[in-house]
């Protein structure tokens, strides 16, 4: 029923800023609490940051706090993952996932229901 496609990633040097775009199919996109995670070659998969459906709370990981920001327009079905300040360590394939409930944020791969196909973010030096 539901279907996540992102959008956004490319490759950038240090410092710059990329926009990630996740579109999702579902009827009562604000229903769902959106997250993205981020995997490179070789790691597990990681949670950066993730927003509830309805207050829009947000939660991020700290590696990320005070560069990303996430946030979501019911309106569009879509959530987007504003990224400054880029730096090497960031280089991962971002993934959009989402989850049943409002009212709790979560940030761990098992508890999301659904997967984006990623897309591929490198930043260099």
């Known amino acids: 029923q539901v279907q996540l496609v992102e959008s956004g990633g490319g490759s950038v040097q240090v410092g710059d800023s990329l926009r990630l775009s996740c579109a999702n199919s579902?009827?009562?996109?604000?229903?769902?609490?959106m997250a993205w995670f981020r995997q490179a070659p070789g790691k597990e998969r990681q949670f950066v940051a993730a927003?509830?459906?309805?207050?829009?709370?947000?939660y991020y990981a700290v590696s990320v706090k005070g560069r990303f920001t996430i946030s979501r327009d019911n309106g569009k079905n879509t959530a987007y993952l504003q990224m400054n300040s880029l730096k090497p360590e960031d280089t991962a394939v971002y993934y959009c996932?989402?989850?049943?409930?409002?009212?709790?944020?979560?940030?761990?791969?098992?508890?999301?229901?659904?997967w984006g196909q990623g897309t591929q973010v490198t930043v260099s030096s």
């Open positions: 579902g009827r009562t996109f604000n229903v769902y609490t």
């Open positions: 996932a989402a989850r049943k409930g409002t009212l709790a944020i979560t940030t761990t791969t098992s508890t999301y229901d659904y």
């Open positions: 927003i509830t459906g309805g207050s829009g709370s947000t």
